[in-house]
């Protein structure tokens, strides 16, 4: 949990022993009976505002209600810290022995979000399931009544969510491609799939489906833990195949770097990727040209405008233009780049806007992702401003990602050279060069453009995704294997 980032210094540890539990388990079913008699339990008098300190959200049980006071604890905890109450009910033998409890503090409007599953659905409204097939759907339109947010889960058939104030019932079907071994956990872990989505403003929808990707993911084990290949799982439908195997294998540290690059992504959205000089500061003749491309790309593509956050040099430049132009902005951070160092109090970047990596190679892999096109509607690109060697690398892996055919993109991404004042020309040389010897062939940089000005870059970007193009515009940029020809 620690490494996970999770704060556990106020967990306590008594010296008695947890709950007993009896758990019969068939293919895609399980009932449990516990006892929780004589166990360790939290006391009321435990659970302050401090416990929430820094949070957003207080997620309760209803077990909660066999500890007299426990639920009216965290309801002054909650709003004490001025956080919001995420209420699971538990089961339907809990909701029928604490009907009048759980109704009241329903009622009070102290819950924001409330899960069940149908059974407990049923049972908060005083029904039986099985009565008639509404029953899930009438315990749903009771929690919203009350609730910001209520979701009904139904098994093998995904969930319901429905808003306070809304008559539109949200159906979110489940994960196909499930092998059910064991359900215990996957209400547990279905209500932090929706919550993870949540803590991340993702839209109802969303939430429901990372919700039933999480617990789609746990019922494939037995128990509630889950496995090294039930993780892959998850993150290959939560953020793309490539997290799925960086899960497998990776070292913690870079596994959660990377992971968090993603979700950042997933976020804020892929777009135009800026590399470039850290050491180029704004006395250098391209920091003004790098700004008004920067504000120029964001107004003409409405993409998110990404960068690795260095600075102050090329890709802080483009990103100051892209604020002027009042686009989105994000960064993958480095601890240091070539000359400087990155600011970790002061960034030009939105505070949450930015991934902080000690190691290169989430970052590497996170800036290539940024610009991937999973659909054709997607407006992305690669820039290369002027730079030294770490500007080369990230360009030469680009150029062999695309040149094996591994860039992980569904459509065409431009790559594109900005050759201001001539600055790439000698790079184009040697490229020819090695075009003449046989080791590389200029076919085989089919992706690579090369731009003269901004006007360059502008037209060639309005010409792959079929925008207006300003008359004339095109004779300041030519496909590398054209420059190579013609040089």
Sequence with gaps: MRRAGVDVSRVLAKPVPTARCCILSAPGQRTMRTAIAGSAALDPGELDAGSCAGAGWLFASAYAAYIPGMLDAAVRAAQAAGARLALD????????????????????????LCFANEDEACEVVGERRGADEGGPLRGLAYLAAHCDTAVVTL?????????RGSDVVHAQPACTGVRVVDATGAGDLFAAGFLYGTLRGAALPRCAEIGCMAGGA??????????????????????????????????????????????????????????????????????????????????????????????????EAATEGALAAGGTVGGIKISREAGTSVRTAASYLPADAQVYCRFLAPRKVALVDCAVRPGEADRTAYVFLPGGLGTMDELFELLTLAQLGKLGSK??????????????????????????????????????????????VLDALAQHYGLPRAPGAHASVRAAAEWMQDA
């Design 411 to 456: 459509h065409p991404v431009p790559i594109i050279l900005c050759n201001y004042d001539g600055f790439y020309t000698p790079l184009m040389a040697w490229l020819k060069a090695c075009d003449g010897s046989g080791v590389l062939k200029a076919a085989e940089l089919g992706a690579l453009l090369v731009a003269d000005d901004n006007a360059g």
């Design 155 to 163: 098994g093998e058939r995904g969930c319901v969510v429905r808003s």
């Design 89 to 112: 009910l538990a089961s339907f033998e809990v909701v029928r022995a604490f009907r009048p409890t759980l109704r009241a503090l329903l009622e009070s409007g102290a819950v924001a």
């Design 218 to 315: 746990v019922v494939q084990t037995l128990g509630a833990e889950m496995t090294n290949a039930t993780w892959e799982w998850l993150h290959s439908r939560l953020h793309g195949e490539l997290a799925g195997a960086v899960v497998r294998d990776s070292a913690a540290a870079v596994q959660q770097e990377l992971l968090a690059c993603y979700a950042l992504i997933e976020r804020l959205g892929r777009g135009v990727v800026y590399y470039g000089s850290a050491r180029l500061r704004r006395e250098s003749p391209h920091w003004r040209t790098a700004v008004q491309l920067g504000e120029q790309v964001a107004r003409l593509l409405g993409s998110t405008t990404w960068s690795g956050a260095g600075g102050p040099g090329m890709m």
